[in-house]
């Protein structure tokens, strides 16, 4: 008897607990998967674009994807499409170093923090939805993007990506491995452990900083100010805090280990990867190819697992770029493109200026 009301005081706990981490990250939402937020992201994608200088990113404002996702919809305003992760946040064609200029006039920045294969995929179909025939779509290729599972924020619009996954693998010929109902996983993620945790730290900010508003900012690009700017391509300026640490903080030997442990680049990554550039061809854009360098302290491990994934992913790159006359931007090597060592903000971020020098690869004069 004894037993039995125990049992029936820890199930009654444990609803109880399970139902108000339920409920708060239905109310928080801190990727606006449940509802619509107060100020929307499509909203402050609008005022983006129209901006003069670029606007602040307030604490807990808007998860990157989110806005990137609101982007896209802008997307036949522009001649090209970034797509790609931190590394190319900082790609612009309105700051003072202008990036891409031989293939860029006018961008659109959707780059997200760790992006991996699938936010690929599914940035580049919300793109398509309009962007016109030529279209540029630059592509930043890290050493991890052909693989999967290396990262799971893309979830944030995991509708996205598994229209994606129909409309790409299956008019490729693929065999599509993915199938999820997206109604049961977002009835799973209410009880998210890292939801759950972004719901707490988005409930903190707003107690600390009220709700989010629009306000538009002068920057100075090399020194920032207290928060982070998206200026009006949706490039990405860092907090002054950021900017000075990264002067002050020396660069080890090999840098960090960031998604390059396991498998990169792998068989079912390359093959998933050559069909989207396939299909954004078919879709009559021209895909690009970009890589970022990592600082030259990184390469001073010559047999690291960053070093290794490089030196893998770039010869794959290359590769594709020959065999499917697609132009390829850039390398992992900062040296090639007379990239100095203060032109970065840690062992993998390059600043503007480092990225402005990047240029095409002749594919035919390269081994």
């Not at 522009?78 to 931190?86: E, H, K, R």
């Not at 010929?173 to 730290?201: A, P």
Request: contains cysteine.
């Amino acid at each position: 008897m004894q037993q039995n009301k125990y049992l029936k005081n820890l199930l009654a706990t444990t609803s109880l607990l399970l139902s108000g981490v339920a409920l708060l990250n239905y109310f928080a939402d801190p990727a606006g998967i449940y509802r619509v937020p107060a100020l929307s992201a499509d909203r402050f994608a609008l005022e983006l674009i129209h901006s003069e200088t670029g606007l602040l990113l307030s604490e807990g404002m808007f998860q990157r994807r989110i806005l990137a996702k609101a982007l896209a919809g802008y997307a036949n305003k522009f001649d090209c499409i970034v797509i790609g992760s931190s590394h190319v946040m900082q790609i612009s064609s309105f700051r003072n170093d202008k990036s891409l200029s031989g293939t860029c006039d006018h961008l659109i920045n959707l780059g997200v923090s760790g992006a991996s294969i699938e936010d690929h995929f599914a940035l580049a179909f919300l793109s398509s939805k309009y962007a016109i025939p030529k279209t540029n779509f630059v592509l930043g290729i890290d050493p991890w993007t052909m693989s999967h599972n290396k990262d799971n924020r893309w979830m944030e619009y995991q509708a996205d990506y598994e229209a994606a996954r129909l409309e790409i693998i299956a008019k490729s010929g693929s065999k599509s491995k993915y199938k999820e109902d997206n109604k049961l996983s977002k009835l799973v993620n209410l009880l998210n452990i890292e939801y759950t945790e972004r719901s707490m730290l988005l409930l903190k900010r707003r107690l600390l900083y009220g709700p989010p508003e629009i306000q538009e900012v002068i920057v100075e690009e090399e020194v920032g100010i207290s928060n982070p700017v998206m200026l009006p391509d949706g490039s990405h300026i860092y907090s002054s805090d950021y900017i000075k640490k990264a002067r002050n903080s020396p660069i080890p030997i090999g840098g960090s280990e960031y998604k390059t442990a396991g498998i990169v680049s792998s068989e079912r990554g390359v093959k998933e990867y050559l069909d989207l550039l396939r299909w954004l061809v078919s879709k009559q854009y021209t895909p690009v190819i970009l890589m970022t360098p990592y600082h030259h302290n990184v390469w001073k491990a010559h047999n690291s697992k960053n070093v290794v994934a490089m030196q893998k992913t770039e010869a794959i790159i290359l590769s594709i770029g020959k065999e499917l006359g697609i132009e390829v931007i850039g390398s992992y090597r900062p040296e090639m493109f007379g990239c100095r060592e203060d032109e970065f903000y840690d062992f993998m971020h390059t600043k503007a200026s480092c990225l402005a020098k990047l240029q095409s690869r002749s594919i035919s004069s390269d081994p």
